[in-house]
């Protein structure tokens, strides 16, 4: 099958910096898009950043111009650094994929999560 697996995170203060990392193992065949999600207290998951495979971004406005992400396509990686962190930016960041696998017509596959929590 194909996996998702998320590195780094952590707490930092407010105006601090974190990166993420996430990598996608498996049966893949290609990847269309990579990005992050994140799910804060009492809120509903969002997007927060995407890239496509021909390098197209997208972001929502609350991390634009904070927020920055690359991808590797040879290693199958996904990286979001994270500048001027703020408090409301704690919340659990999920990896998420959307490909073509060569086992299953499931698209959409996503990490396990990883906490981020901005002190004020």
């Known amino acids: 099958q194909v996996q998702l697996v998320e590195s780094g995170g952590g707490l930092v203060q407010s105006g601090g910096s974190l990166g993420l990392s996430c990598a996608a193992s498996?049966?893949?065949?290609?990847?269309?898009?990579m990005g992050w999600y994140r799910q804060g207290p009492g809120k509903q998951r969002e997007l927060v950043a995407a890239?496509?495979?021909?390098?197209?971004?997208n972001y929502t406005d609350s991390v634009k111009g904070r927020f920055s992400i690359s991808r590797d396509h040879a290693k199958n990686m996904v990286s979001l650094q994270m500048n001027n962190l703020k408090p409301e930016d704690t919340a659990v960041y999920y990896c998420y994929a959307i490909l073509i696998s060569t086992m299953t017509p499931r698209v959409e596959f996503w990490g396990q999560g990883t906490q981020v929590t901005v002190s004020s």
């Open positions: 890239v496509t495979n021909s390098g197209s971004t």
């Open positions: 498996g049966s893949i065949y290609s990847i269309n898009v």
